[in-house]
């Protein structure tokens, strides 16, 4: 229970058998050079007095919307299309995917080692001077550009490949302004809140990331282990830090929770969201060896006017506590509480604390992992009251856990009342001011 409490608080923490039936599709005019419908139709290009149009609007990344091809010619009475749709970054690559219709249907082409659709007519259309092919697509989640090629034939009805009017046009449409592009606020990355929220991560330390558009929808990462390993995606969102993966284990649209990814590098660090082939501007951070800070929720009752009191639990079955539940350290309105007294061991959990090692001296992953054996903070980690040093008896990873560091901390001989808890990692004060209200 005591460690639930910690983590739900990180958790806010193509052949010529083509015919009437439909084009072969691979013959837009579209790249690398597949030629148009004048490879087997011998006819004029461009040039019958007819005219042939896409007409489509910008569009919403990964959103379906009806493209509609014109293909007009007087006296003319059969007609046939094909249209292609390309990413405008790589006129090669399909842009999207095509839903057939009652006369069109779809066929691939392999182009450069990948399948690109091709919408086409299925039979040829029986129709006076003009006909318009309305065509069911699906945008691809790129919202860089897309770029359609279509060719049509006018044809004269003999029935022969000879005497037909080809015409091939394109058109390139680009998405629509605020599609689904994730976009982090302004000053949107700070460590967990409910640790302080400080402006400034380090390796294994877990961030909050605030703003629009980050997922469609609330995702946590319950399902997404492999093994003790923590998901670096929920869905198709996932963050990068310094360019590597981070373990991800919330999502909303306004809000991801992420742990920074193990690395040495320290300084100015882009944090980039992603969502499908969308992703944000980046946000720069600073990264630190360490940022630690201890759990400390500036919110009634752990905050008055003005103080910020830590959090401090009590094991089970400690006299004085319920039987279950969360058990807290001081005198707060509304929750399970009792004040201190020296010798009483507190828990409390923090995030950042660096490198941990087990008990033979090796160093543990502190980042993407679940911790499953004891071990240390490779820099002590010390608490006073006031000026009272007192004893640790761990200070290491929360095991079963992932990033969350666990303190046992006895209660040194100190008088009661309302007194100053100073944290500090290796030499450096963690910098939260602190207070914990001691009994007698
Ligand atoms: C590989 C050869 C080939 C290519 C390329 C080709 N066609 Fe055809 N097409 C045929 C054949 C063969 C027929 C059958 C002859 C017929 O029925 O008149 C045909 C028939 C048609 C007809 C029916 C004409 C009629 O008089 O009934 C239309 C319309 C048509 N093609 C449109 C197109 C369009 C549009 C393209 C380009 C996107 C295209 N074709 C590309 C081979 C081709």
Redesign the pocket.
Known sequence: MRTRLAMAFLMLP???A???AG??????GAPPSE???????AGTVNSGGGSLAIEASTYQPGQRQTIRVRLTQENRS?????LTARLRSNRQAAAGTFTAGSDTRISNDVIGGAQVPYV??S???NAQGTTTWEVEWTAPNDPGGVVFY????A???????GG?S?YTTTLEIAAAAGGNRPSINSGGVVTATAFGGAGRGASGSWLEIYGSNLSPEERRWDSGFQGDNAPTALGDVSVLINNQPAPISFATPGQINVQVPDSPATGNVQVVVRRGTEQSDAFTLMKLAEAPAVLAPAVAPFRDNDRQFLVALYPPNTPGCPATGDCFAGNFAGVASRLPRPGDTLIVYGVGFGPVQNEAGQRLPIAGQIIRQLNRTVQPVRFRFGQTEAQLTYSGLAPNFIGLYQFNVVVPQVAAGVTEIEVSLGSTNIGQRLFLQIGQ
């Open positions: 193509f052949s010529l083509a015919n009437s084009a072969p599709g691979a013959a837009t030629g148009n419908c004048t490879r087997c139709h059969r007609f046939g299309f094909a086409t007519h039979p040829a259309r279509a060719a049509g034939n044809a004269n009805g003999n029935f022969n490949n037909d080809i």
